[in-house]
């Protein structure tokens, strides 16, 4: 026998390989089971389809509505401020500067609705 040990194989230890039957470790298999699925999500997340026409005016619209709700709930703040000074309750500054943009929030809402 030539007195090297079938794991040395060329003389080089190599820690988690079984040199006797020449196949990587269970652990590096492990490694490559994973880095395989990884690749395969990858490529599923990429492969949606491209957003159609449609799809984009569906958003546009969506935003436009969203703004819109946003402004009315606003507007019913607005409402109910004034509805504390009409009582003779004291607001403070930043209540007054809201109630103050108020011709601003209308006319912004008109504009939306078109």
Do not use: C, F, H, W
Not at 11 to 24: C, E, H, I, L, T
Not at 29 to 36: A, D, F, G, L
Not at 42 to 64: F, G, R, W, Y
């Amino acid at each position: 026998s030539s007195g090297i040990n079938a794991e040395y194989g060329d003389g080089v230890y190599k820690p988690g390989s079984d040199a006797s039957r020449n196949q990587p470790s269970k652990q590096a298999m492990k490694n490559q089971r994973k880095r395989e699925n990884k690749a395969k999500q990858n490529e599923e997340q990429n492969a949606k389809p491209e957003p159609t026409m449609q799809d984009l005016q569906s958003t546009i619209v969506d935003e436009k509505e969203k703004k819109i709700r946003n402004l009315k709930k606003k507007l019913n703040q607005i409402e109910k401020l004034k509805a504390q000074v009409s009582a003779g309750k004291a607001l403070e500054k930043n209540q007054m500067d809201k109630i103050a943009t108020e011709n601003e929030i209308i006319e912004e809402i008109k504009r939306l609705e078109i």
